[in-house]
């Protein structure tokens, strides 16, 4: 009985090297497959405690809550919405007293692109009762370069120049932000940066 299966393998390997050549130009205009999908970036929608760590006084951060949006445009593209609400400090705190001052500095249709993205603030004025360096009122041109650890983190450094109530290269700058699950309860620990390094008043 196995006489005529092995009698039929040249036949069946012919055939199949005649498919082969028959269908050689179909094969070489194929499509390649398509590339890997890239997972969706990380949802930073919400509210976030938001900290700028200065060159001037890195342990004394300015704050603010970020309230995010992200959407897609019709290309598929991933954008932020943020408007960042200043927090009241006194000078030299970290934790007191935290509320609500001054109008929300907003910023929208900012590109995220594998996980970063950059907002070009332009000028940035900030009341004095949100500064806890100096108490002073701040005028200064920004530039935010941000990465997104995931859904409750992201951070990165802060460029550009302050020009009041000085001069002064705020590179070296930098900010953090963490997810609040409730914006009424602000967290004692303010991260600062990348590394999750945290400030907090001494008692």
């Not at 390649?32 to 969706?40: C, L, Q, T």
């Amino acid at each position: 009985m196995l006489i005529p299966l092995l009698a039929g393998c040249p036949d069946s390997e012919a055939k199949f090297e005649e498919f082969l050549d028959n269908t050689k130009d179909d094969r070489d205009f194929m499509p390649p497959p398509p590339p890997d999908v890239m997972p969706a970036e990380a949802d930073i929608s919400g509210d976030f405690l938001l900290a700028v760590s200065t060159v001037i006084s890195p342990d004394l951060p300015l704050q603010f809550i970020a309230t995010n949006t992200l959407t897609t445009d019709e290309m598929g593209n991933t954008l932020l919405a943020a408007c960042l609400q200043p927090l009241s400090l006194m000078q030299g705190k970290v934790n007191v007293p935290r509320e609500p001052i001054g109008d929300p500095l907003c910023y929208k249709d900012i590109p995220i692109v594998d996980g970063k993205f950059d907002i070009d603030a332009g000028l940035v004025k900030v009341t004095g009762a949100a500064n806890p360096v100096t108490g002073a009122d701040i005028e200064a041109t920004l530039r935010m370069i941000a990465t997104i650890i995931d859904e409750e983190f992201f951070c990165g450094d802060i460029e550009g120049d302050l020009s009041v109530p000085f001069a002064l290269d705020l590179k070296g700058s930098t900010f953090a932000a963490v997810r609040l699950g409730d914006p009424a309860m602000l967290p004692l620990d303010v991260t600062k940066n990348c590394k999750r390094e945290a400030v907090r008043d001494k008692e």
